[in-house]
T-cell receptor, first 114, second 114 residues
Framework: AQSVTQLGSHVSVSEGALVLLRCNYSSSVPPYLFWYVQYPNQGLQLLLKYTTGATLVKGINGFEAEFKKSETSFHLTKPSAHMSDAAEYFCAVSVAESGYALNFGKGTSLLVTP | EAGVAQSPRYKIIEKRQSVAFWCNPISGHATLYWYQQILGQGPKLLIQFQNNGVVDDSQLPKDRFSAERLKGVDSTLKIQPAKLEDSAVYLC????????????FGPGTRLTVT
């Protein structure tokens, strides 16, 4: 079975600072990895995904993530945080054997301070 | 393109009552998912449909939960009888096929069981 672990349930950064949200995965087969964002009272929105190919993936709103197989990691970064980035972020993994259903981590709440 | 629609948005019931949620996926999307998101946790898959057939319902508590997707379009999720621990947000998502494609999420139904 596959799973993800998100390190840090709450992360606080200053506006303009680097955003780093950590995600480690466990999978016995090649995984597909995702980052979703959830704003209050809204559904989940896909930020970016890794399937195959280039390990550095760029997403929406200036976010990117790098798939590192040797470290079983898929950390999310953004060079400069904006106030509007404050939200809940979820890392997820899927594999073909599970019909590509998503297995989510517990989420990281990002707080951006002025 | 219209997104995934869900109703109701909010529901409050007493334990042992029954409740039903409705989901209308994006037109043409063959795959439909129901996830349960308990406060402070990531979404957990309950059931996955491919057209009107069930792909995975291994995490669906079948003694009280049921779901159907008639005609391969709309879907309903029912809980009967509800328990306090069923309080959660129920998210519906759809994707164009069962392969690694973006899942589009609805806004969810927030259920409170008292």
């Amino acid at each position: 079975a596959q799973s993800v672990t998100q390190l840090g349930s709450h992360v606080s950064v200053s506006e303009g600072a680097l955003v780093l949200l950590r995600c480690n995965y466990s999978s016995s087969v090649p995984p597909y990895l995702f980052w979703y964002v959830q704003y209050p009272n809204q559904g989940l929105q896909l930020l970016l995904k890794y399937t195959t190919g280039a390990t550095l993936v760029k997403g929406i709103n200036g976010f990117e993530a790098e798939f590192k197989k040797s470290e079983t990691s898929f950390h999310l970064t953004k060079p400069s945080a904006h106030m509007s980035d404050a939200a809940e972020y979820f890392c997820a993994v899927s594999v073909a054997e599970s019909g590509y259903a998503l297995n989510f981590g517990k989420g990281t709440s990002l707080l951006v301070t002025p | 393109e219209a997104g995934v629609a869900q109703s109701p948005r909010y529901k409050i019931i007493e334990k042992r009552q029954s409740v039903a949620f409705w989901c209308n996926p994006i037109s043409g999307h063959a795959t439909l998912y129901w996830y349960q998101q308990i406060l402070g946790q990531g979404p957990k898959l309950l059931i996955q449909f491919q057209n009107n057939g069930v792909v995975d319902d291994s995490q669906l508590p079948k003694d009280r939960f049921s779901a159907e997707r008639l005609k391969g379009v709309d879907s309903t999720l029912k809980i009967q009888p509800a328990k306090l621990e069923d309080s959660a947000v129920y998210l519906c998502a759809s994707s164009s096929n069962a392969l690694v494609d973006e899942q589009y999420f609805g806004p969810g139904t927030r259920l409170t069981v008292t």
